[in-house]
């Protein structure tokens, strides 16, 4: 089992900075890939970003690349996704998840077993 547990959402202001944690713990080490996601009210859950454990090879969603860096620190056990120049519409529930090597290239929920709780994130105008 793989635990996963998100940090670092809140109330932001358009224009401005979030940096969200993700600890994950378990059998980490049979994990290839980390993911991003996001599902706003109403909306389907939608690909962010992910990162490769092994490598940090990363792969992004075309419409947030540029904006948001995803990273990792593998001695921690730690991934991390900066967000910059926010926007409302970036308002949503912000999801960690792990995946086996079959996740990897994907941008769909369904290709990662393990997710977090999920942390809020909101964007004001």
């Known amino acids: 089992q793989v635990q996963l547990v998100e940090s670092g959402g809140g109330l932001v202001q358009a224009g401005g900075s979030l940096r969200l944690s993700c600890a994950a713990s378990g059998r980490t080490f049979s994990n290839y890939a980390m993911g991003w996601f996001r599902q706003a009210p109403g909306k389907e859950r939608e690909f962010v970003a992910a990162?490769?454990?092994?490598?940090?090879?990363?792969f992004y969603a075309d419409s947030l690349k540029g904006r948001f860096t995803i990273s990792r620190d593998n001695a921690k056990n730690m991934v991390y996704l900066q967000m910059n120049s926010l926007k409302p519409e970036d308002t949503a529930v912000y999801y960690c998840?792990?995946?086996?090597?079959?996740?990897?290239?994907?941008?769909?929920?369904?290709?990662?077993?393990?997710w977090g709780q999920g942390t809020q994130v909101t964007v004001s105008s």
């Open positions: 990162i490769s454990w092994r490598d940090g090879s990363t």
């Open positions: 998840a792990a995946g086996g090597h079959s996740a990897w290239g994907s941008r769909s929920v369904s290709a990662y077993d393990y």
